[in-house]
């Protein structure tokens, strides 16, 4: 029989299915050992964007090609019955992919990345570690597709969840119940930018034989650190910053060993997998993420304090302004306030308005890229919570500022408010 099945992968055993000769050989416990996660990083202790450029990415041996190869290839010759290089079928493992992981697993401090094809791919298998009559107590502001996915896919399979204020630490202390499994965060949040204490959450959640999830897309781990904060599993929808050019559409789970080989098995059971180009792009984004968030960060300070005193605009949400419910949360945990942006202007007219007046902002969904998007949550991207308890503001629009000269951004909302 050929093995194109696979059985023998992610058994739990085989560290999911990752071959031996890519990983450290000093991999840390779940828990109670993060203080040297940097894996790839042989203990040398170099700086994020030092491992972003290198973590997973030595030379190809054979032709000292500087960058990962696109490895698109499905399946990988082996030289007996029953012995493979450490790759046997593009499902399964592909070299392209683990350079991403490792680098991956580098950035967030983790034993191991596990990337999918897309970040609802990665929440899926989250999802899929769960049996019928488990509960997750989930954050009353996701987005929008999260909660999709477990009210309306994996409640179809017994899955419980309650929407709580995360804010609320008493709420969430209440909302637990004997089969809590999971509670999961999301902060900054997507679209209020509400910012949640991970420190408190996670402890909450052990305290309770729960594990936190922490969905780190808008914060990046450059500017957040939630395994050192204790998550558990730290999920990604790549799409946004780490690939950070609009280009491609993937997911990366990030957590320990044994957590990871269990995803693993997933994967190469259910099949989400990101192909070789997606894992490439997305690992070209990474090298840049650092210097990227520099200014996606600088930008997007500067727009908030301009809407901030713009009379059309009714409320800014940025965790960097000073008078911003999470700013203070914001300043402990991260180690900058991020290029997203969330503002109203008083009715849906205006918002639609304003939305549909932007030249440089284009008006689409997603975030993350280098070029500068603007977006009408309550119609866009947050369609599928209209009526439930995570129905935003219908005069609500939100920004994901991109890295181009702040002074032309400044002027294209200028004009767009009139
Ligand atoms: C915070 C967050 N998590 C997860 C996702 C889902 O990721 P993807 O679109 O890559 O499936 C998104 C998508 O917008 C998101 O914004």
Same mark, same amino acid.
């Given at each position: 029989?050929?093995?194109? %099945?696979?059985?023998?992968?992610?058994?739990?055993?085989?560290?999911?299915?990752?071959?031996?000769?890519?990983?450290?050989?000093?991999?840390?416990?779940?828990?109670?050992?993060?203080?040297?996660?940097?894996?790839?990083?042989?203990?040398?202790?170099?700086?994020?964007?030092?491992?972003?450029?290198?973590?997973?990415?030595?030379? !190809?041996?054979?032709?000292? %090609?500087?960058?990962?190869?696109? +490895?698109?290839?499905?399946?990988?010759?082996?030289?007996?019955?029953?012995?493979?290089?450490?790759?046997? +079928?593009?499902?399964?493992?592909?070299?392209?992919?683990?350079?991403?992981?490792?680098?991956?697993?580098?950035?967030?401090?983790?034993?191991?990345?596990?990337?999918?094809?897309?970040?609802?791919?990665?929440?899926?298998?989250?999802?899929?570690?769960?049996?019928?009559?488990?509960?997750?107590?989930?954050?009353?502001?996701?987005?929008?597709?999260?909660?999709?996915?477990?009210?309306?896919?994996?409640?179809?399979? /017994?899955?419980?969840?309650?929407?709580?204020?995360?804010?609320?630490?008493?709420?969430?202390?209440?909302?637990?119940?004997?089969?809590?499994?999971?509670?999961? %965060?999301?902060?900054?949040?997507?679209?209020?930018?509400?910012?949640?204490?991970?420190?408190?959450?996670?402890?909450?959640?052990?305290?309770?034989?729960?594990?936190?999830?922490?969905?780190?897309?808008? %914060?990046?781990? +450059?500017?957040?650190?939630?395994?050192?904060?204790?998550?558990?599993?730290?999920?990604?929808?790549?799409?946004? +910053?780490?690939?950070?050019?609009?280009?491609?559409?993937?997911?990366?789970?990030?957590?320990?060993?044994?957590?990871?080989?269990?995803?693993?098995?997933?994967?190469?059971?259910?099949?989400?997998?990101?192909?070789?180009?997606?894992?490439?792009?997305?690992?070209?984004?990474?090298?840049?993420? /650092?210097?990227?968030?520099?200014?996606?960060?600088?930008?997007?300070?500067?727009?908030?304090?301009?809407?901030?005193?713009?009379?059309?605009?009714?409320?800014?949400?940025?965790? /960097?302004?000073?008078?911003?419910?999470?700013?203070?949360?914001?300043?402990?945990?991260?180690?900058?306030?991020?290029?997203?942006?969330?503002?109203?202007? /008083?009715?849906?007219?205006?918002?639609?308005?304003?939305?549909?007046?932007?030249?440089?902002?284009?008006?689409? !969904?997603?975030?993350?890229?280098? !070029?500068?998007?603007?977006?009408?949550?309550?119609?866009?991207?947050?369609?599928?919570?209209?009526?439930?308890?995570?129905?935003?503001?219908?005069?609500?629009?939100?920004?994901?500022?991109?890295?181009?000269?702040?002074?032309?951004?400044?002027?294209?909302?200028?004009?767009?408010?009139?």
């Amino acid at each position: 029989m050929n093995t194109e %099945a696979n059985d023998d992968q992610g058994t739990g055993t085989d560290r999911g299915g990752l071959p031996e000769d890519l990983h450290d050989d000093d991999q840390a416990g779940a828990h109670g050992e993060r203080d040297d996660h940097r894996r790839g990083d042989h203990g040398r202790g170099h700086g994020f964007s030092t491992r972003a450029i290198h973590v997973g990415q030595d030379p !190809e041996p054979r032709t000292g %090609a500087v960058i990962v190869p696109i +490895y698109q290839t499905s399946t990988f010759a082996q030289p007996r019955v029953g012995e493979h290089t450490g790759y046997e +079928y593009g499902r399964t493992g592909n070299p392209t992919r683990t350079a991403l992981q490792e680098c991956l697993a580098s950035l967030e401090g983790t034993d191991e990345a596990v990337c999918f094809a897309s970040g609802l791919a990665a929440e899926d298998a989250i999802f899929r570690l769960l049996s019928p009559g488990d509960h997750v107590v989930m954050a009353d502001d996701v987005y929008g597709g999260t909660w999709r996915q477990i009210a309306q896919v994996h409640s179809r399979f /017994g899955i419980e969840v309650s929407a709580v204020d995360l804010g609320d630490l008493d709420a969430v202390a209440a909302a637990f119940r004997p089969t809590t499994r999971l509670l999961w %965060a999301e902060t900054p949040s997507n679209p209020l930018l509400k910012i949640l204490d991970l420190t408190a959450l996670a402890q909450l959640a052990h305290d309770h034989g729960a594990r936190l999830v922490a969905d780190n897309t808008f %914060a990046t781990p +450059y500017l957040q650190q939630p395994y050192d904060l204790g998550a558990d599993l730290i999920v990604h929808s790549t799409t946004k +910053y780490i690939g950070g050019h609009s280009d491609v559409v993937g997911g990366a789970v990030c957590t320990d060993a044994a957590t990871a080989a269990e995803l693993a098995f997933l994967q190469n059971a259910v099949g989400a997998v990101p192909g070789p180009f997606d894992a490439w792009l997305t690992l070209r984004g990474a090298k840049t993420l /650092g210097v990227r968030m520099d200014r996606h960060c600088s930008n997007a300070a500067a727009i908030a304090s301009f809407l901030s005193t713009h009379d059309r605009v009714t409320r800014v949400r940025y965790p /960097g302004l000073a008078d911003d419910p999470g700013h203070d949360l914001a300043a402990k945990q991260m180690s900058g306030f991020g290029g997203m942006v969330s503002f109203q202007v /008083g009715s849906i007219a205006l918002a639609k308005q304003v939305a549909e007046a932007t030249e440089l902002f284009f008006l689409a !969904e997603s975030l993350g890229g280098v !070029e500068s998007l603007i977006e009408h949550p309550g119609i866009m991207t947050h369609a599928s919570v209209a009526g439930t308890l995570l129905e935003v503001p219908d005069d609500l629009l939100r920004l994901s500022v991109g890295i181009e000269d702040v002074d032309d951004l400044l002027a294209d909302l200028e004009r767009a408010l009139g």
